[in-house]
């Protein structure tokens, strides 16, 4: 059974860049389909990115297209966000989630979850 660990949340200024981890133990990634998501206090969560483990496909938010790239080392089983021209946001706990196989962009349908590590966007 696979567990998450997200990492690199914290405060960061508009315009600028952060990059958050998501490591893995209990499995390799390369059997599972991996999503971003981010949920604001009171809001419900939402897609972020995700990528397929098979071909590497991946999936934007219109939101954060362009702005945002999701990536995964094999080696280090772990999958990264990369977050560039952060726009001004409240704090947002971003979760890494992983489902066997096959992507989807529904959080309902994924297994596995990390705790979250969070983000504001804010001079």
């Known amino acids: 059974q696979v567990q998450l660990v997200e990492s690199g949340g914290g405060l960061v200024q508009p315009g600028n860049s952060l990059t958050l981890s998501c490591a893995a133990s209990g499995g390799t990634l390369d059997y599972y389909s991996i999503g971003w998501f981010r949920q604001a206090p009171g809001k419900e969560r939402e897609e972020v990115s995700c990528i397929s483990h098979s071909d590497n496909s991946t999936y934007y938010a219109d939101s954060v297209k362009g702005r945002f790239t999701i990536s995964g080392d094999n080696a280090k089983n772990t999958v990264y966000l990369q977050m560039n021209d952060l726009k001004p946001e409240g704090p947002a706990d971003y979760y890494c989630?992983?489902?066997?196989?096959?992507?989807?962009?529904?959080?309902?349908?994924?297994?596995?979850w990390g705790q979250g590590t969070q983000v504001t966007v804010s001079s």
């Open positions: 989630a992983a489902r066997l196989y096959v992507i989807t962009r529904r959080p309902n349908e994924y297994g596995y």
